[in-house]
């Protein structure tokens, strides 16, 4: 017998967006979190920088306002980014209260007199951080909570397949009311049913071969929003992140933007400096300026990585900073006290997504996004550093206020099938995920990365739309697996990512090409439409 459970509200990712949201819901709504392996493995962890607020008599709201605009190359929805940094304060001190334990100035015995560092794009010091590791203490305060939750349960090692609408129920309305969960433990799918299902899933970084992400951001939330109707937005804006360690046996681990922020310097590999020729603001520009002058430079003198040097700073500074990349260097044989860090550009966020509005609604009625896998407006065509936690916080908290006022005005969701396994048989044939795999993962590094051109594209296009069918295809006749899953939907969101690449015929902010190499005089934002897309009348 299939598993089949009930919940009030049913949210689909357990980062820092999707805890928020739970612990931000009134204490007599039944929620379901559902995590794709253990509760604390998704992005959140891997933010090592901090999150952006005001918290200085020297900053104010209009600056940090001012700051987001800029580095987003005019995308930006203004009245996201009031909405997100006049609520930087209050989402701070709900942290706090959770127990995340930000680092304070050795200086003062203040209570709330918090170590604050400066980052690309910020014009202030404004960035909270637990020393280079703020989202392992964000997500570790967060989980504890969730835990001891009496009206939450956690749903560990489990992936989301499809949401389950009225229009696949074949009833009338535009709701969602709940999804089909592969349990990852014994392959047998479940069945979710509840009155609001949140989208809480992170970004779709591993479409590409060299990514700062876990394992498991593959896209799931947009890709499963896209199939449902849900209309996506700006997916050509793929920011990759300048510094990743460049070590074979290092895997995805990330040198936060702070180590140049604190003074960092980025030099070839003879020791020169080289990002005054790019960029009056140095090592500090935007992310978008700072990778693209790293891989001009890398394609320039044919190296395979270039350097990130913080040793003119003294010892204990920088393990006092950086302790956790000062460690995990070290463990490669690396003294960053004393040398500096081999480093390449990787995929790192998505700044496009599933579209909501203020509160996280998408176009279907009782489903939200927050986080990384929604489109806010936040970023623009380029995300400023450590907006990404804020956004998670604040919009968590607004999908959750939204509920809390509606939620005694939803029926409960109707009843739903089992999921079907008859018609379909076991695989032996995993080489063909694996081979589907690497190579969609390396042609999006190829053809849709840093730099771009319409040849590239339309090859990139090409080879994801024989993908697509062959993957369709296989899914069709064959038991669904995580790897499969995972695939589908990296194939679905390659698509949106190439299709609105395409559209784009201009570079502005992460989206660079050779072909239209300026900007148009007005920005507008890149929205795909699916075929079974209505509006929601909520």
């Known amino acids: 017998m299939q598993a089949s459970f009930l919940y009030d509200v049913l949210i689909i990712g357990s980062g820092a967006a999707g805890l928020s949201a739970a612990l931000c819901l009134n204490k007599d709504i039944s929620i379901a979190v559902i995590s794709k392996a253990s509760l604390s493995s998704g992005s959140t962890p891997w933010a090592q920088g901090g999150i952006a607020a005001v918290l200085s008599e020297e900053d104010d709201v209009e600056s940090h306002i001012k700051d987001t605009l800029n580095a987003g190359a005019g995308l930006c929805h203004k009245d996201a980014v009031r909405q997100t940094a006049e609520n930087g304060r209050n989402s701070i001190e709900w942290l706090i209260q959770q127990g995340v334990d930000f680092t304070k100035n050795n200086e003062t015995d203040a209570q709330d007199d918090y170590h604050l560092t400066k980052e690309g794009g910020h014009s202030h010091r404004r960035v909270v951080h637990a020393d280079d590791a703020t989202g392992l203490a964000i997500s570790s305060a967060l989980c504890d909570q969730a835990l001891a939750a009496t009206n939450i349960d956690i749903h560990e090692n489990r992936v989301a397949i499809d949401l389950i609408t009225h229009k696949k129920l074949f009833l009338p309305g535009n709701r969602c009311v709940g999804a089909y969960v592969l349990n ?37 939330g947009i890709a499963m929003a896209w199939r449902s109707g849900c209309r996506v937005g700006n997916m050509e804006f793929n920011q990759f992140h300048p510094t990743c ?16 922020g604190e003074g960092g310097h980025l030099l070839l590999p ?8 790019f960029d009056d603001r140095k090592e500090l520009a935007p992310r978008d300026i700072v990778a693209r002058a790293i891989d001009h430079e890398m394609k320039r003198i044919g190296a395979d990585h270039l350097l990130l040097d913080i040793s003119h700073k003294t010892a204990d500074f920088v393990k006092s900073h950086f302790p956790t990349i000062y460690e995990t260097c070290l463990g490669f044989g690396i003294d960053i006290t004393k040398q500096p860090i081999p480093i390449v550009p990787a995929a790192h966020y998505t700044c496009g997504g599933i579209m909501v509005d203020h509160r996280g609604r998408s176009d279907i009625n009782q489903l939200y996004a927050v986080g990384e896998a929604s489109f806010t407006g936040l970023h623009g065509a380029n995300r400023m550093a450590s907006n990404s936690l804020l956004e998670c916080v604040v919009y968590g908290q607004e999908a959750a206020k939204d509920i809390n006022r509606k939620i005694n005005q939803i029926p409960p969701p109707p009843e739903a099938p089992v999921w079907d396994e008859s018609q379909v048989t076991d695989s032996d044939e995993d080489v063909v995920i694996a081979h589907n795999w690497d190579e969609l993962r390396r042609f999006m590094w190829d053809y849709v990365g840093i730099v771009r051109t319409n040849k590239r594209l339309q090859r990139a296009k090409h080879r994801v739309d024989l993908l697509h069918q062959e993957i369709l295809d296989y899914y069709s006749n064959y038991s669904v697996t995580n790897d499969l899953l995972e695939l589908r939907n990296l194939v679905t969101v390659a698509d949106l990512i190439i299709c609105s690449a395409i559209q784009r015929k201009e570079s502005r902010g992460l989206h660079f090409t050779l072909d239209y190499p300026e900007a148009f005089e007005m920005a507008s934002d890149t929205i795909l439409t699916p075929t079974n897309y209505s509006t929601r009348d909520w």
């Open 184 to 220: 990852r433990e014994d392959n047998h799918v479940e069945l979710f049913r509840a009155r609001f299902v949140i989208i809480a899933t992170g970004g779709a970084s591993k479409a590409y071969l060299y990514t700062s992400n876990p394992d498991g951001a593959s896209g799931d």
């Open 270 to 277: 003879n020791g020169e400096r080289f990002m005054h020729r």
């Open 245 to 260: 360690l460049y070590h074979p046996q290092a895997k995805s681990f990330l040198i936060t933007e702070a180590v140049r």
